[in-house]
Nanobody, 122 residues
Framework: VQLQASGGGLVQAGGSLRLSCVAS????????MGWFRQAPGKEREFVAS????????RYLDSVRGRFAISRDNAKNTVYLQMNNLKTEDTGDYYC????????????????WGQGTQVTVSS
């Protein structure tokens, strides 16, 4: 499966962005999906994940209540709605597909798309 993320940009603190990740080459419903991010000089970190049906989601503690992951399997697309953005949310955001459709303790990123840059200014 190939993944294409988009929707990043420059936004002021407190603003919102919606990231999209379109999958091709395979139906999205076979995969659990996740979003990760990497800030400059830091390691990549998990942000959110969603099961194949959308009934189960998980979030990084610092984004819970501000970010929402969702999916539209008919459109082969996963979204990350980001509200009340903070400067510490700045980074490159990556979408990932897990070969197993259900969420477990650790999200195994088996397929990765290119990043989309998010910059939050103060």
């Amino acid at each position: 499966v190939q993944l294409q993320a988009s929707g990043g940009g420059l936004v002021q603190a407190g603003g919102s962005l919606r990231l999209s990740c379109v999958a091709s080459g395979h139906t999205l419903s076979s995969y659990a999906m996740g979003w990760f991010r990497q800030a400059p000089g830091k390691e990549r970190e998990f942000v959110a994940s969603i099961s194949w049906s959308g009934t189960m989601t998980r979030y990084l503690d610092s984004v819970r209540g501000r970010f929402a992951i969702s999916r539209d399997n008919a459109k082969n697309t996963v979204y990350l709605q980001m509200n009340n953005l903070k400067t510490e949310d700045t980074g490159d955001y990556y979408c990932s597909a897990q070969n197993h459709p259900y969420l477990s303790t650790v999200f195994t990123g088996d397929h990765w798309g290119q990043g989309t840059q998010v910059t939050v200014s103060s």
